[in-house]
């Protein structure tokens, strides 16, 4: 699928249509694809050629490069991670494909059978070795995580890491971006309770009467109990799980771990040079701005002592309502 005459550029799955059973493709070098946070509408598409084919001829790469999976919680560091493992020739990163996301709302409208006839072939197609890569980082938004199972039953030798955060962190972070982050975890809800969670079945006139933090606590809660049916469904040893905030404490090590984890052989010379360089001096989604360990932590301590003892007790009350949850945040089989 590498275009004849443009080095290290491929057609890249974009988009789906499922009205008309289409799929687009966006002809894109290899940097396109890396250095983009968001490979979704924010994506700026410049110059990019693109077509439309039929689902059953999007064309498929003779060798693909095998899928490794970020299934995440939101607001844990999971952009960080996806640009720590990239490295030319041995890994491609893709950070929330927008073909992703389509798929997992399919299976919301018209159920799983019909979502798997669109992942096998895109998910093929998003593992091309670009510049000679035999594995591709797969990054999906958190709102694509009802399709974790689906993907581990599809491509069986996959690997998959949930990355997460502590319930209290990820309210800490809602709050932080004020309003549009109170609507954020609302639509997250919304989002979710399509996926069949018995929380979504509570009465409305019972949710309207929630706090925007009572609700972003439910919406932390339904993607881990997400992640942990998936786990349980196996096999044990394809997923693995990491705190956000563990791993930036020790980068070095958590990279060697999620690198042996995956096999994807980054080696010890681009793990210690990445966990020593810039990425962790700035903004994953935003590299152009400073942001480290040290500024996320002052930040944090300062929301906490704005929300006071509310924070607390609303991490208490969503727990009594998912007692399987583990209270600390540590999801089964912790790299570090």
Known sequence: MTSPGAAQAIWFPDAVDAQNRAVRLCLTPRSGLAETAFLDERWDRSGCQMRSVPLGQVPQPETPAAPVFIWHT??????????CLDRPGVALSLKEPAALMEIANIKRRQGE???DAWLTPVVAALCQPVDGEHHTVIKPTN????????VAR???ESRHLFLTSQLRAFLISIAKKGEAGRAFARRLFTIFAMDGHPVARTDPRQLMQMSDLQIAALVWQMQVAAMLE???QGPADRFASMDGDVFVADPAKGLAAVDDFFGLELGEAHVSETAA???FTRDAKDTGQAHGPDRRRQEAERIADQ???ELDAIVDWSYGLFPQSPRDGRLPNALV
């Open 307 to 309: 929300l006071g003892p």
């Open 143 to 150: 709102t694509v995580n009802n399709l974790i199972g689906d």
């Open 74 to 83: 939101a607001f844990c560091c999971s952009t960080l991670l996806a640009r």
């Open 230 to 232: 998936a786990a349980a």
């Open 113 to 115: 059978a019909v979502s």
């Open 277 to 279: 360089g810039p990425l």
């Open 154 to 156: 599809l491509f069986p």
